[in-house]
T-cell receptor, first 115, second 118 residues
Framework: AQKVTQAQTEISVVEKEDVTLDCVYE???????LFWYKQPPSGELVFLIR??????QNEISGRYSWNFQKSTSSFNFTITASQVVDSAVYFC????????????FGQGTTLQVKP | DTEVTQTPKHLVMGMTNKKSLKCEQH?????MYWYKQKAKKPPELMFV???????INESVPSRFSPECPNSSLLNLHLHALQPEDSALYLC?????????????????FGPGTRLTVL
């Protein structure tokens, strides 16, 4: 079975604080893909990053960084110097190698950044 | 252009109405998806179209009827819905369809249609 767990339901920080969103996944596939999406109040899911299971390099994009660790089955997302515009629901998702196209989403973490 | 558009943005309908949701993408993607999302929950997959053919139906009730008239358009026809069908309906597309060995591609989502069934 495949599963994604985002244990943090809600996080509240003050602007300019760093914040890490946790994501733990379960899969028996040896090849799989991990994603992060952002859903602002407007509703649209915005794609942030895709990570392949065979590429454990961490990635940085501006204030965003991702830490992929196969040993702990985690794919955590850090926002540095958070801003009010970062307030949204963040979903971690998993796609196995079964080619069904189905994304297994975590329950989402609601991030509130206060000015 | 990495945009998926959806119309209408909001829709209110009675249980006896027939309505349609529309989705369009011009990225040349060959897979399109319908998702349903209830408040404070993640999206749930409903249908997948690959090369304009329905490839996955996640046991969705027949009151939801998808249609893919061409590679850029995806419709969701609604008939005799129930109040519990009220939700945000999201359309997405990806470059390569499932079952092609290239299913790692990220899905790009539209802004959704917020549906209320009275």
């Amino acid at each position: 079975a495949q599963k994604v767990t985002q244990a943090q339901t809600e996080i509240s920080v003050v602007e300019k604080e760093d914040v890490t969103l946790d994501c733990v996944y379960e899969t028996r596939d040896t090849t799989y893909y991990l994603f992060w999406y952002k859903q602002p109040p407007s509703g649209e899911l915005v794609f942030l990053i895709r990570r392949n299971s065979f590429d454990e390099q961490n990635e940085i994009s501006g204030r965003y960084s991702w830490n992929f660790q196969k040993s702990t089955s985690s794919f955590n997302f850090t926002i540095t110097a958070s801003q009010v515009v970062d307030s949204a629901v963040y979903f971690c998702a998993l796609k196995g190698s079964g080619n069904t196209g189905k994304l297994i989403f975590g329950q989402g973490t609601t991030l509130q950044v206060k000015p | 252009d990495t945009e998926v558009t959806q119309t209408p943005k909001h829709l209110v309908m009675g249980m006896t109405n027939k309505k349609s949701l529309k989705c369009e993408q011009h990225m040349g993607h060959r897979a399109m998806y319908w998702y349903k999302q209830k408040a404070k929950k993640p999206p749930e997959l409903m249908f997948v179209y690959s090369y304009e053919k329905l490839s996955i139906n996640e046991s969705v009730p027949s009151r939801f009827s998808p249609e893919c008239p061409n590679s850029s358009l995806l419709n969701l026809h609604l008939h005799a819905l129930q109040p519990e069908d009220s939700a945000l309906y999201l359309c997405a597309s990806s470059q390569d369809p499932p079952l092609t060995g290239l299913s790692y591609n990220e899905q790009f989502f539209g802004p959704g249609t917020r549906l209320t069934v009275l």
